[in-house]
């Protein structure tokens, strides 16, 4: 195939089982494009030889018979937040800049016992800290996208920059990403991929650097559902490693991917209709409900009243955990270590120097809202309002199969907008927020394109562990989508 | 027994809560797979997990809530079905994470009682506030290098048992009880080797003082790290005098943390960034509440040893002990178990004796523990059974017991190879007797003459020409007959 964005997970597993193509000639490819488009700066440690060998491996399984089943011999790009044995891991951090795990995360793991070809580690925001991924060390990602008749770059969203600009753009038929409050889902919709959070719990968090654990989700971003609900079979299980791990066997994902919606009850939130969003987000948003009622779904309003208060939430509780999480990075046993007259002051240069300025924003954040006389009306109100927002959930479920949002209030933008207002920056993730809050599967799948060009997602929210409703529901709205937009100017 | 510190204003009154640490006996660590053997060279007992690498995650150890559940049962207290472990957040180069992973708001243990023995025979109940479980944190080395600290991170994510009593203790003496007694509960318990000196068990001791009478508590101060009983009783003198004076001289007690010095004998304030942290506490969210079935515990419960007081009382009702006796025997668990081996079969006061007096006294002077007691459980019960069928007399039993202490041999060879078998034929001892009366004229005539305690006299030069072997019943009996008809 001449271009490498008309790739899936499922067409190459088809055609390297029919022989048509050899995974070292499919990975060989991949390289070249990467090495290519490295304005894209969407790799921040490429793999070219790890790649290869995995490459070489895997076409000799399958021609001595042993293929072990879809993911094998694919190559797939690695957010960097997953640790990976032998190959830098850097979180896009300064603080982990030279780190080198001696283990292998369970999620990269599974992947690679799959059979996958890892391309290299995916750039994305600091700890997996933003929506733009602006915030990396090894610098911003651009989208592959482009805004029609301007010449502007666009951020490809975040956290999970990286791997969308890769997969966007033809430098990975399927990568990983990590979601917390939607840093799958919104990089997805700005790149027009398919962007999967599973329930937590899901997906074993062990060996992947930790941001808010009890948000942390490991997910695919692909081109297709059927690719997402391949991938996450391969990622997700339970794992004694982790203690918030589901102690459940896993269904099969890919064969609930039929289109067949009569009778599914989708409901549209009144709440998540914003003053502020664009007009064709909102008319995206009614299509879809048109698309679903002409599937012969049935489609009513439902209510989540504590919506509003869920990203003041989202922004106690992440923060609070990340405080926690990252004062590990002290420049005592690995890692970057700046030196000190005392103990106390080589943590606050090696810290100083190996944070940037959201990440220590973030961890500032926390440290406060844990601390004496604020924890109550901080942290502990939080979670009441988690408690709440999940009550909400369950209460729509009672009506509703599925829940249909926009992924995010707006397409992507150009690098430089938000920049100086984390507020603002931080209500990209109002529509992904509540269902992280509640531990809930979302997944984003691309709906249209705005006036400019540019893709457009559609969020799906659907109960704890019906990943397979969520399937079926993502496969009939792509179906009815038909989202087929390429960016412009990638190869 | 009061103990109040008499001040130029007048009389004040010691309050003490205790806080012990114990080490619980596991063979990994709380929250990981690295073995917890003591003496391992610096950084050996360390997973991935201890060194807090990125994305490890900790796992609970089954076994950890096993005894702590084990402990608290032990101390007749609350198990709590559902507890949280939550994150202690402060800086330190020894605490890898950046915080300890302990219990805060909801421990796995509430309130229990511990019964202390005080030397004047009576016992009082000291309270239980709470069990937590927690992760010890690594050592700081300052000695290894002249610029540099080097970090051990072997008991880096150890299993701690952190035992908070309430502030009911009055007196030195019943802190030490106190401590004494927790230890051989945890002993008995299997929980904790209770080994003060390898750091197994320490205690911080909370302590405050106020004029009798007053109810009110005053502000507190927190010693920290006092690794012997002893220290304890000391360091519970030393700074509550000193909180006296402080009263006294217009002052006031201000609450922190202070270390006891045992060389210099006082206790002084720790630096203040060592414990002025705001921990900014918050339920761990890499772990999920610990919830125990019933069923778990009603199967810890039904395997629990004897403990000491239960063990104590049965001794005095069933064995007819003395209390005094009964509680230095329970004191020690594997002192009480050599002792009920030992009795078996046999007298048990006798066995007693033997063993408080005797072989105590031996252990003491060769500085052994009773577990390497050169003179075997069985062995001490049969030189008692030898007592109690006359096969020798208690003072031959003597010379047996220390050739035993010597050799470890049985006394019944030990009575063979030596002849020392008790002479309990009439007529031999009679020989005896008949020959000692014949050579003493002058002393028959004394006791004839009205001196009757001179026949001890007698007992004795007959015991001597038999060697000691001579039954002294027998010898008592005849002389008394042959001398005063």
Known sequence: ??????????????????GET??????????????????????ITETPELARHRAAESDARRASGDAKGPMDGVPIAMKDLFCTEGVRTTAASHILDNFVPTYESTVSGKLRDAGAVMLGKTNLDEFAMGSAN????????KNPWTPEGANADLVPGGSSGGSVAAVAGGLAIAATGTDTGGSIRQPASFTGLVGMKPTYGRCSRWGTIAFASSLDQAGPLTRTVEDAAIMLQAMAGHDPKDSTSLPIDLPDFRSACTTDVKGLRVGIPDEYTLDSMPAEIQKLWDQGAQWFKGMGAEVKPVTLPHTKYALPAYYIVAPAEASSNLSRYDGVRYG??????SLDEMYELTRGEGFGEEVQRRVLIGAYVLSAGYYDAY???????????????????ADVDVILTPTAPSAAFA???????????????????????????????????????????????????????????????????????????AS | MTYLIQGETGDWEVVVGLEVHAQAITNSKLFSGAPTTFGAEPNQNVALVDAAMPGMLPVINEIAIEQAVRTGLGLRAVINRTSVFERKNYFYADLPQGYQISQFLHPIVGEGTVTVDLADGTSRDIGVERLHLEQDAGKSMHDQDPTRTMIDLNRAGVVLMEIVSKPDIRTPEEAGAYVKKMRAIIRYLGTCDGNMEEGSMRADVNVSVRPVGETELRTRVEVKNVNSVRFVMQAIEIEAARQVDVWEEGGEVVQETRLFDAHKGETRPMRTKEFAHDYRYFPDPDLLPIRLEEDFIEKIRASLPELPDDKKARFISELGLSAYDAGVLVADRDTAAYFEEAAKGHDAKQVANWLTTNLFGALNKLDLEIGASPISATHLGELVGLIEDDTISSRIAKDVFEEMLATSKSPEAIVEDKGLKQITDTRAIEAIVDQVIADSPDQVADVQGGNEKGIGWFVGQVMKAS???????????????????
């Not at chain 1, 970057?336 to 007259?341: A, C, E, I, K, Y």
């Not at chain 1, 502990?380 to 369950?394: E, G, S």
């Not at chain 1, 929210?461 to 079926?472: A, G, S």
């Open chain 1, 336 to 341: 970057l270590r700046v030196p000190g007259d």
């Open chain 1, 22 to 43: 050899s995974s070292v000639e499919l990975t060989d490819a991949f390289i070249e494009a990467i090495e290519a488009n490295r304005s894209l700066n969407a790799f």
């Open chain 1, 134 to 141: 602006i915030t990396s060390y090894f610098g911003s990602v």
């Open chain 2, 467 to 485: 060697q000691g072997k001579a039954n002294p019943g027998q010898v008592n009996g005849l002389l008394r007959k042959k001398l005063l008809g």
């Open chain 1, 1 to 18: 195939m001449s271009d490498l964005r008309d790739w899936t997970i499922a067409s190459a597993a088809d055609a390297l089982t029919k």
């Open chain 1, 379 to 397: 942290y502990v109100k939080a979670q009441k309002v988690r408690t709440l927002i999940a009550q909400d959930f369950k209460k729509a479920f």
């Open chain 1, 415 to 489: 690098k430089g907008e938000k920049m100086d207002d984390p507020i603002a920056m931080y209500l990209n993730d109002v529509f992904t927020v509540p269902a992280s809050l509640a531990g809930l599967p979302a997944i984003s799948v691309p709906g249209g394109l705005d006036a400019n060009g540019l893709p457009l997602g559609l969020q799906l929210i659907t109960r704890v562990c019906q990943e397979e409703t969520l399937f079926r529901a993502a496969s009939a709205l792509e179906a009815a989508a038909n989202f087929t937009a390429r960016p412009g100017d």
